[in-house]
């Protein structure tokens, strides 16, 4: 059985992978959303594109192996592209406890977990910078290679600014059962998470 680890900050789901579309055919998509067709929102302060990506019947399936039970509303997947140049600021996210991500291109990237950084829902309607106000430490790296499920309400960030495709998975965990990092964890541990 493949190791996978957990811990405060990811928990890698690399059971998951053999059920997504193989990196092949979402680096033919992507490519195709990000030359052919509008994003279904564009975010400034992080120079990302994202494109809605539900109708994969992959997509759905991986979606239906989710317990949705946990769920406030069903997961939504994106395509998402970040420009060449741009770095990814400290921030948590406001709108979901998790997300589930799968690198696309390039195959590996790191995302570092910081000790402060915005967590006002209007950062993200605010015009890309290219710094941050506030000094930040980074806490944690994690290097990307798997399907992983990581926990949006730690700071997190992306210092390298290459391009970058990713598969994402949003994941809105409500009540009382999902209402901390460690609860989902729990569920996780307990095969509660996921209907293998």
């Excluded at 494109?51 to 509303?73: A, R």
């Excluded at 948590?92 to 570092?112: G, M, N, W």
Aim: proline residues 5%.
């Amino acid at each position: 059985m493949m190791q996978n680890l957990i811990n405060d900050y990811v928990i890698e789901v690399p059971q998951i992978e053999n059920l997504l579309p193989d990196r092949s055919e979402l680096l033919e998509h992507a490519k195709y959303k990000i030359t052919k067709t509008n994003p279904t929102f564009d975010t400034d302060w992080d120079k990302t594109l994202w494109y809605s990506y539900n109708d994969n019947t992959k997509i759905k399936e991986v979606c239906g192996i989710l317990d949705t039970k946990y769920l406030k509303k069903p997961p939504e997947c994106w395509i998402c592209y970040k420009k060449e140049g741009a770095w990814l600021r400290p921030h948590i996210d406001v709108h979901r406890r998790a997300v589930l991500v799968y690198p696309i291109d390039p195959v590996s990237y790191t995302l570092e977990f910081t000790n402060t950084g915005a967590n006002d829902f209007n950062f993200f309607l605010k015009d890309y910078k290219d710094v941050v106000e506030d000094d930040f430490d980074i806490e944690y790296k994690y290097n990307y290679t798997k399907p992983t499920i990581f926990n949006t309400q730690k700071y997190h960030s992306v210092s390298d600014r290459s391009a970058r495709i990713a598969l994402q998975i949003s994941l809105y965990y409500d009540g009382e059962e999902t209402d901390s990092w460690q609860k989902i964890v729990d569920l996780y541990m307990q095969g509660k998470l996921l209907n293998e």
